[in-house]
């Protein structure tokens, strides 16, 4: 097999533990997958060619780390798989991993830290492997945006906020997509925490919370919110260091750009006042 070859293998491993990334649904993407020498298994070669390519040494390379921690077979996988980013099971002695492509080329800490997850089920490795895959979400296949982004509610519209907030404050150069996210079923009350804003760099896209669409929410309130999500466009999440592994989400340049909104201490404020209310709409 050459070093740019890859070969599909049908079918999933099950019952493996998962650390997952939930993203929007996709069809799973084909697999990229090498046996270990010396083992026979069933391949059915598929009519197209692979969707993604992998450098056989680095993959091999990381084979052989698992295999030095793992105390017996170890046979890896490489996919594009969004859904299942980590995955493990050991039958009869043998360690079956399938892996995401962006370790294969990931800090050697992030590596060590993937082995003892992968060959030990190491908890505390296991979380640091899930801030690195939260910050290089764009190494992920890029999700599916919604057929219809939704700006204009029944009291707020978003677009127009956030032109207004684009030209104040950033000179009208942030250009992500913003759009209402759609409300929770029907008869769900029990929130504690509830998520106003979010932004997807995967799919330059920022969310609001459909329950800031009130009459009652303040319109300062609502643009407090956007801006914070258009200065997440503008400043990307990136790791503090490599020792830590740790996503630096709202660095102090952030924090003091976020209060250069001219109703940010009101807003904050109004919130203060307004959770339970929001918790409970």
């Given at each position: 097999?050459?070093?740019?070859q ?6 999933a ?35 197209r060619a692979?969707?993604?390519f ?5 993959r ?26 980590i ?29 003892a997850?992968v060959?030990r089920?190491?908890?505390?490795a ?8 939260e ?6 296949l890029?999700?599916?945006r ?13 677009l ?8 104040r ?13 759609k ?21 330059r ?46 660095p ?17 404020e ?12």
């Amino acid at each position: 097999m050459g070093s740019r070859q890859a070969l599909q293998v049908l079918g999933a491993i099950s019952g493996a533990p998962r650390l997952s990334r939930k993203v929007l649904a996709r069809p799973r993407a084909p697999l990229a997958f090498r046996a270990a020498p010396g083992r026979s298994l069933p391949l059915v070669f598929p009519s197209r060619a692979p969707q993604i390519f992998v450098h056989e040494g680095a993959r091999q390379a990381l084979e052989r780390k698992l295999t030095a921690s793992f105390p017996g077979l170890v046979v890896l996988s490489i996919t594009d798989n969004r859904h299942s980013i980590i995955s493990r099971s050991v039958t009869r002695g043998v360690l079956r991993a399938r892996v995401h492509h962006m370790f294969l080329d990931a800090p050697q800490l992030i590596v060590d830290a993937l082995v003892a997850y992968v060959a030990r089920g190491d908890k505390v490795a296991s979380a640091r492997i899930g801030e690195y895959i939260e910050a290089h979400g764009d190494r992920l296949l890029r999700a599916t945006r919604p057929s219809t982004l939704l700006t204009k509610g029944k009291h707020h519209d978003l677009l127009a906020i956030f032109h207004e907030l684009n030209a104040r404050y950033f000179d009208g150069v942030a250009n992500p997509l913003i759009t209402w996210g759609k409300r929770g079923r029907k008869g769900v009350r029990s929130r504690t925490t509830i998520k106003l804003g979010s932004y997807s760099a995967v799919e330059r896209l920022i969310r609001i919370h459909p329950t800031l669409d009130r009459t009652w929410v303040p319109r300062y309130f609502v643009a407090s919110i956007i801006h914070h999500e258009m200065l997440h466009h503008l400043m990307p999440t990136s790791p503090v260091t490599l020792l830590a592994s740790r996503r630096c989400v709202h660095p102090p340049e952030f924090r003091e750009r976020e209060r250069e909104f001219v109703n940010f201490t009101r807003a904050m404020e109004w919130e203060k006042r307004h959770i339970g209310r929001l918790l409970r709409t």
